[in-house]
């Protein structure tokens, strides 16, 4: 990625907060860079969560432009106390500082590419300024529907939610707990959000034709929101394809296991699991007899996770029971060489967008178990789709039952073992990759976009 300085305008990328969104951006940034467009990206820091600052770290400092942010007090949102949305809103209420510092900024800035948790106070501004601005929606294109008749339906909201004339149903329980309060902080940003949209220029979503047809069709007839713009679906970006220098102990492990054999579990990097689910889950895998390879978190930020032992969360002598079988870490994992190595033959899942899209791009079948935010409303995609299964009775953390170890057992048998499954989510890579190859659907949006910026 090169900031292109000897371009006589550039791109300006406006991430919000957490590694959901950051690293989407950062992927967007590349897939630019490598198309010609000179970019740079704003950036507040210090960032919430130790990935990030990784993550921008790795980065050519010449990209970064820091954003300080205006005064802001947390303790006028006592109902909130996750940091990361604490940080949207403090970002949300800086975005008058924008044009003195794009005044600053060589080359001058020809557009804005602006993340979806900090639309309603940005879109305004490059109205105003009179720069093209393009918000960039980090999940799929079925919660961006959500996101954009959220406002014009009765609050507080107690049913399902049809969109674009039954095109897509979002049944009550998979609407995000906090959006069932309307008094919450995250339903405020979220409905000012949606209802700004009919100001950009047009909505980037890293989602494809194959894996939500129907829904991208009806946006783009403008069936969902009439006055919508354009909605560009250019996924899936493009993942680091190449192996690390010095391969992490979990991929020496995984490069010992036979072909297809082992289940990767995941929970992302925003989800965590009760002590007790938790133990659960990891006799669940015991019990079930197949291989796998599972990254634990105890914590939402990765600074709180606490310095727990494997053995203290799963009893004494677990790890030596499965270590001829299983693999446990505490540490982030390279997930995109994870999901296209050759032992890998499943992805048990939180389904957040980047996980499911990632999933989708190499074509590995997914064992979808949302853990909240908008994981049910992604987790509908992946049975829709053919990429996995999804099972709808399994817990969230809005709800305090318990998924037991015999039922994950029994289930992560039967999806180790079926072949069929393997056989459409590889149908579905297989559509990913087309997308992406020249003429082919996200193709053509990639060149729709470089046309309008």
Known sequence: MSSGDTKLSQVLLIPSSGMGHLNPFVRLANALSDRGISISLLTVRPTITAAESSLLSSLPSSLLIDFPLAPFDPSLFPKSSDPVTLRWEAIRRSA????????????????????????????????????????????????????????????????????????????????????????????????????????????????????????????NAGEVVPGFPPVIALGPLPLEKKQPSSPSPALRWLDEQPEKSVIYVNFGSRSAMSIEQIRELGAGLEMSGCRFFWVVKTAKVDREEKAVEIEELLGEGYVKRVEQRGLVVRQWVEQDVVLIHRAVAGFLSHSGSNSVMEAAAAGLKMLAWPRGGDHRVIAASVPRSGLGIWPENWAWEAEERVVAAEEIAVKVREFMADEKLAETAAKLGAAATAAVQEGGTSDQSWRYLITKL
């Open 96 to 219: 008058h500082l924008l044009p003195s510092l794009i005044s600053t900024i060589s080359p001058p800035v020809s557009s804005l590419v602006i993340d979806i948790t900090i639309a309603s106070t940005f879109l305004p501004v490059a109205v105003a300024a009179h720069i093209p601005c393009f918000v960039f929606f980090v999940s799929f294109a079925s919660m961006l529907a959500l996101c954009s008749v959220f406002p014009f339906v009765p609050h507080p909201i107690g049913t399902d939610v049809k969109i674009a004339g039954g095109v897509l149903k979002i049944p009550y329980s998979s609407v995000p707990p906090p959006l069932r309060d309307p008094n919450h902080l995250f339903t405020t940003q979220f409905i000012e959000n949606g209802r700004a949209l009919t100001l950009a220029n047009g909505v980037i979503v890293n989602t494809f034709l194959a894996l939500e047809p129907e829904l991208l069709a009806a946006f």
